[in-house]
């Protein structure tokens, strides 16, 4: 059984599946992040007047990480082209600087959250005060686990057995 429109084009949009998809999946994140600027701004805009504590984010470790996310979907995108043109060592290299930039991303986070999580205060909504040194060992499961940073993890993980897949020139793989 074939799944239909797959690779020709849908008639009502002239478009393949995967990149209506792609698009719809565009316009969901477009959706998303709108949202979430627009609380923050209303509930920046909203907030009482008072001290802000700006000292606490670091502006340079931030674009930093920055930087090493833009350039490892950079990486992927090579990667992919590198595999469409079958050139495998290529491909390799690419995929080795996404690893790369993977593991910088994470380290980075983790050097971020345990600045957080070792160095202030947490107010609570009763405003009790959660101040000092939290769990220790709970630093590296915040890390692993947080949505921003699992993905880098499982990404690095799947690593060689894509290449391994890109190796056997299977072409459903790419």
Excluded at 19 to 40: C, D, N, P, R, T
Excluded at 158 to 173: L, N, Q, S, V, W
């Amino acid at each position: 059984m074939e799944v239909p429109y797959t690779v020709e084009n849908r008639p009502d949009t002239g478009l393949y599946n995967a990149k209506v998809g792609i698009w719809l999946f565009l316009a969901s994140e477009v959706m998303l992040f709108g949202a979430l600027f627009s609380s923050y701004i209303l509930l920046r805009v909203g907030a009482l007047d008072g001290h802000w504590p700006t000292e606490l984010l670091n502006v340079p470790i931030g674009t930093v990480n920055t930087m090493v996310l833009i350039l490892s979907s950079v990486t992927v995108v090579m990667a992919w082209a590198s595999l469409k043109l079958n050139d495998f060592k290529k491909f390799k290299m690419y995929q080795l600087a996404t690893v790369i930039c993977a593991c910088m991303f994470v380290l980075i986070k983790s050097y971020e959250y345990r600045d957080k999580f070792t160095h202030h205060d947490v107010v609570l909504a009763d405003g009790m005060r959660v101040d000092g040194h939290l769990v220790e060992e709970t630093d590296e499961y915040i890390i692993l686990s947080h949505p921003v940073s699992y993905p880098a993890v499982k990404g690095i993980g799947y690593r060689p057995t894509a290449i391994k897949e890109a190796e056997h020139g299977d072409d459903h793989h790419h």
